[in-house]
């Protein structure tokens, strides 16, 4: 069990805190413990971790994990060829820029300038990281489903690449004996072997080392027919053995963690654990849509035009529903007002619009309006209650909320049925074969993916990096699109002037090099002050005297999303 200190501080009266969570940095190990408790990068992970760490480690540590996976289901959708060289190159370059580097470390082996010390505390991240994500998805077949595939996918990732010898002390560590197929076998089965290899394999299977092992054990490569069956037994490549490991890999994963759900009441009975693990599979882990962290402010009248050509789906339609009905119910009102709020929407402003709209229904006036919705709205924007700045609901969020009878909010491409979603589609000017895509991507659940589909089909096929996870993050790779901006646009801002560089400059070339008249290369966007603080709003420019814009920050863990906003007040429960 990962957490039997809890339950030694329950058995012995204990207030204080934990063996396991301290806040105190976990004491360093000595080279020889650190060997023996962290030998290699691959693991089955059949030792629970016993170093302490404290309840901000532990979050953290489970946050880190949950990106990683999150990168490796997202690749999976988009990737051509799963578990192709470009499979785990894509992969890679988003652990990267996640800086996830103790992750990118335990896929690569050892990398340039890691020492001993830091590859041993980079499995030790890897280890205590799976055994707190495994805690959090134990909790339903379908959360542990997807977190035993994600963890496959992460373990064939190390291995891939992985040289010989570090697989034959790998086989040893875990005693995985297979029984090689003598060279007089192979040699009489050449043929055989030969034609049940791919191209690549065929050319050295005379000279390669096989196994034998049940076809129970290898139906992945039965059903791809990569492999010489005879008497029920399958003869498998030195190259596939993977498939193998994998197998036993998964096995002991489902038990493992089919045990640890048994320890879920336990937890539940600490409420600093339960608090971090409840409904951890929705946590967003993307960039900070607050109003604070937005700087660029619009007004009410701007909103028709931003609606029609950078709002997504899910706030599109709720719109539309405001200036069509002059109404909206509560959770769709939160959902809508958030988002305008992350935009850049000010108070007064939203005021404004929702008082402009709702007064154009019968029997609501002003006054009316003040008592049943000016306090929900000031309350949005932390001016009333605890005064707390509630941000902008992610994807995941808007996906897993319940829809009733009536109400417009929620994600439409899980929520809607398919006729009026296909209606929305076709309004939006997609053309058949793209209404198609998205459909079908619907059908497989794969929402967010259905609507980055939706932005490239929308944005003349522009893409977002990482795929869409944040409704605000589609409004700002919008506006983006649609000012020419892209991550590789050069912006230098000068007096009153703001110069873009299209992101197709050779390399080596400098900014110097391009900046006279007359070039053709080099298309210029001279702005007025009114608008170059809009401009520099949508990405991030460097200070004057810089000339290449720098990567975006790295992304920003919303606690806020998930605080509590007050339900519907008697006044408007049932509106």
């Not at 809890?6 to 207030?15: D, E, F, N, P, V």
């Not at 060997?35 to 540590?61: A, G, M, Q, W």
């Not at 109003?291 to 997504?312: T, V, W, Y």
Request: charged share 30%; proline share 4%.
């Amino acid at each position: 069990m990962l957490f039997t200190p809890i339950r030694k501080r329950k058995s012995q009266g204990l207030t204080g805190r934990s063996e396991f969570f301290t806040k105190q940095r976990p004491k360093i190990l000595s080279d020889s413990e650190a060997v023996k408790r962290y030998p290699h990068n691959l693991t089955f992970y059949l030792e629970h971790p016993t170093d302490s760490i404290s309840l901000k480690e532990f979050e953290e540590y489970a946050v880190a994990r949950l990106k990683l996976l999150r990168i490796i289901e997202r690749v999976n959708m988009t990737s051509t060829i799963k578990y192709s060289d470009g499979w785990k190159k894509e992969i890679e370059s988003d652990l990267k820029k996640a800086q996830l580097r103790e992750f990118l470390i335990v896929a690569n082996g050892n990398l340039a300038n890691t020492d001993d010390e830091d590859l041993y505390n980079c499995r030790k991240y890897d280890h205590i990281s799976h055994f707190i994500l495994r805690l959090a998805y134990c909790r339903s077949d379908e959360l542990r489903k997807w977190f035993i595939a994600m963890e496959l996918d992460f373990f064939r990732l190390k291995f891939k690449d992985m040289n010989g010898s570090d697989k034959e002390t790998f086989f040893q560590l875990y005693s995985l004996h297979f029984e090689k197929v003598s060279r007089e076998e192979v040699e009489s089965k050449q043929k055989e072997l030969g034609n049940a290899s791919t191209r690549i394999i065929k050319q050295s299977a005379v000279t390669m080392d096989y196994y034998k092992v049940s076809f129970l054990v290898v139906l992945d490569l039965v059903r791809q027919r990569k492999v010489f069956l005879k008497d029920g037994m399958a003869y498998v490549p030195y190259t596939e053995i993977i498939v193998i490991i994998a197998t036993q890999f998964r096995k002991a994963l489902s038990h493992s963690v089919a045990l640890m759900a048994r320890a879920i009441p336990e937890i539940h009975e600490d409420e600093r654990l339960s608090q971090i693990l409840t409904d951890f599979d929705k946590r967003y882990t993307g960039k900070n849509y607050s109003a604070k962290a937005n700087d660029n402010s619009i007004s009410m009248e701007d909103l028709p035009d931003k609606s029609k050509h950078s709002f997504p789906l899910c706030m599109k339609g709720l719109y539309e529903v405001v200036e069509k009905d002059h109404h909206l119910k509560h959770f769709g009102r939160l959902q809508l007002g958030l988002f305008l709020k992350g935009i850049g929407l000010p108070l007064e402003e939203a005021t404004k619009f929702w008082r402009f709209n709702f007064t154009k229904k019968a029997g609501m006036d002003g006054n009316r309006f003040d008592k049943q919705y000016l306090y929900n709205i000031r309350h949005m924007y932390g001016k009333e209650g605890k005064r707390a700045d509630y941000t902008p609901y992610s994807c995941m969020k808007v996906i897993m909320s319940s829809v009733g009878p009536a109400e417009h909010h929620g994600c439409p491409f899980r929520h809607s049925d398919a006729k009026p979603l296909k209606s929305q589609l076709v309004a939006s000017g997609i053309t058949n074969q793209g209404v198609k895509e998205i459909l079908d991507l619907v059908d497989g659940k794969h929402y967010q993916i259905a609507c980055s589909k939706y932005f490239e089909l929308t944005h003349s096929n522009a893409t977002v990096e990482g795929g869409i996870q944040h409704p605000n993050q589609f409004y700002e790779e919008s506006q983006k699109s649609n000012l020419g901006i892209t991550r590789k646009t050069k912006v230098i801002r000068g007096d009153n002037v703001v110069k873009i560089y299209p992101d197709h400059q050779s390399e080596g070339d400098s900014l110097s090099d391009h900046q006279s008249e007359g070039d053709s290369m080099w298309h210029f966007a001279e702005l007025g002050n009114e608008n170059i603080d809009e401009l520099l709003s949508q990405c991030d420019v460097p200070q004057p005297g810089s000339s290449i814009m720098e990567e975006p920050s790295p992304s920003v863990i919303s606690h806020e999303e998930n605080s509590t906003i007050p339900s519907p007040t008697s006044h408007d429960e049932h509106e």
